[in-house]
T-cell receptor, first 112, second 115 residues
Framework: QKEVEQNSGPLSVPEGAIASLNCTYS??????FFWYRQYSGKSPELIMSIYSNGDKEDGRFTAQLNKASQYVSLLIRDSQPSDSATYLCAVYGSGNTGKLIFGQGTTLQVKP | GAVVSQHPSRVICKSGTSVKIECRSLDFQATTMFWYRQFPKQSLMLMAT?????????EQGVEKDKFLINHASLTLSTLTVTSAHPEDSSFYICSARFRGLAEAFFGQGTRLTVV
């Protein structure tokens, strides 16, 4: 089992719809969770961090964390073509290595 | 603006030569820097973790004599790809963590092409 798993997609949604991106992780002791966006040919850009169970909203983005289910998700409301990118879920392991463990990423396509 | 600056953004070198990539933290002192490699349509692969003033910790399968990492100060880490070969062509990205922050921030990445 991979430490951080994402559906590689592509996930295709129409403009204006809600895009839902999902991620599961294997280390039950993980405490910090992040979503990065990576445009083709560019480096990842941090868009959300979440540390507590529940929802965290920032503009059109909402991160959801359920530690009991070892599940973290990202919702993008009112999806725009400019949201088309690969979204990477990242988790710190419970050991004090300081290393971020990345999922393989989900490619999102927002169609006008 | 960017808190981590990486240079060069693109480099083309001849097979057998060495290439140095710099990663600088701009506004804050980085406690830890990470180096990743990414092949097309693949996820990030962590190569090594670098703490200021200490030797880098390499991930399994990464040749430390080929990928030399120096973290001489709290604001600068360098990755040198020695005796580069075409199979080393890839997108190399650094990231940094800062004291008191859980988030890691990425540099712009370096597209290395070995011909």
């Amino acid at each position: 089992q991979k430490e951080v798993e994402q559906n590689s997609g592509p996930l295709s949604v129409p403009e204006g719809a809600i895009a839902s991106l999902n991620c599961t992780y294997s280390d039950r002791g993980s405490q910090s969770f992040f979503w990065y966006r990576q445009y083709s040919g560019k480096s990842p850009e941090l868009i959300m961090s979440i540390y507590s169970n529940g929802d965290k909203e920032d503009g059109r983005f909402t991160a959801q964390l359920n530690k009991a289910s070892q599940y973290v998700s990202l919702l993008i409301r009112d999806s725009q073509p400019s949201d088309s990118a690969t979204y990477l879920c990242a988790v710190y392991g419970s050991g004090n290595t300081g290393k971020l463990i990345f999922g393989q990423g989900t490619t999102l396509q927002v169609k006008p | 603006g960017a808190v981590v600056s990486q240079h060069p953004s693109r480099v083309i070198c001849k097979s057998g030569t060495s290439v140095k990539i710099e990663c600088r933290s701009l506004d804050f002192q980085a406690t830890t820097m990470f180096w990743y490699r990414q092949f097309p349509k693949q996820s990030l692969m962590l190569m090594a973790t670098s703490n200021e003033g200490s030797k880098a910790t390499y991930e399994q399968g990464v040749e430390k004599d080929k990928f030399l990492i120096n973290h001489a100060s709290l604001t600068l880490s360098t990755l040198t790809v020695t005796s580069a070969h075409p199979e080393d062509s890839s997108f190399y990205i650094c990231s940094a963590r800062f004291r008191g922050l859980a988030e890691a921030f990425f540099g712009q990445g370096t597209r290395l092409t070995v011909v």
